[in-house]
């Protein structure tokens, strides 16, 4: 079996991010540090965490926290309210938020201030969109499906979710144009997710079967599934290596192997199920 892994897989610029300061502030405090959220969406990262003392917290628990706790804010970003909120509570505030994400925020923020009704291309229940959503008082127009659009303000500034599809963000934009008179619209899908997808997409043409390795709530994760079975029936969507069917272990018909990886899946994931495979 010849497995071949996609040129752009795993680890994104963002995340990798999240995860070092993660470590190093473990390192500076040396105590029990609260991620706001999964710090980013892998199980396999979250579990690690974990054993350097680092835990996940939901918005509701932000009550029982005390002066001086310390706090990371993950990569996804969360609503300017909840940054006011942490700020009430005294507590020490890590912004690990992707820089691209805080980009959307920031943009978002100045054009409703200025009048703008806000567009946000993406999924309504990802945590990067709510985050986003927060820096515009919760106003924003959310959808991924420009057949939902059919009557817009005529004055809007549009965004993306980093992680969307280029094709859902092109035909959304190609509704508002219809619909507004006054646009203002800045295409945030991040390069990563972009050339990522592309390398995903290319090499399902040319296997037998394909394995994309994340989180199975990971947004990219799940679009890079999407993409693959496009072009290769036999696309499986795994966690980790432990996950590989024994049937495809097994089935000496499959002599070509693809794999990729979400931006939140790391390294050792990844070459743990390489070596899965390649040992078969």
Partial sequence: ????????????????????????????????????????????????????NIFSIEIEDIESLKKNDIVIIRSHGIPLEIFNKLKQKEVITIDATCTYVSNIQQKVKKYYDSGYSILIVGDKNHPEVIGINGWCNNSAIITNDSDELQHLPRKICVVSQTTEKQSRWENVLEKVVKFSKEIVAFNTICSATGVRQKSAYDLSEDVDCMIVIGGKNSSNTTKLYEICTKNCRNTIHIENFKEIPLELLNNKNIKKIGVTAGASTPDWVINETINKLSNR
Avoid: W
């Fill in 1 to 52: 079996m010849e497995v071949i892994l996609s040129k752009n897989a795993g680890f994104c610029y963002g995340v990798k991010r999240a995860v070092d300061m993660a470590v190093s502030v473990q390192e500076k405090y040396n105590k029990k540090i609260y991620t706001l959220g999964p710090l980013i969406h892998n199980n396999d990262v979250v579990s690690y965490l974990k054993t350097l």
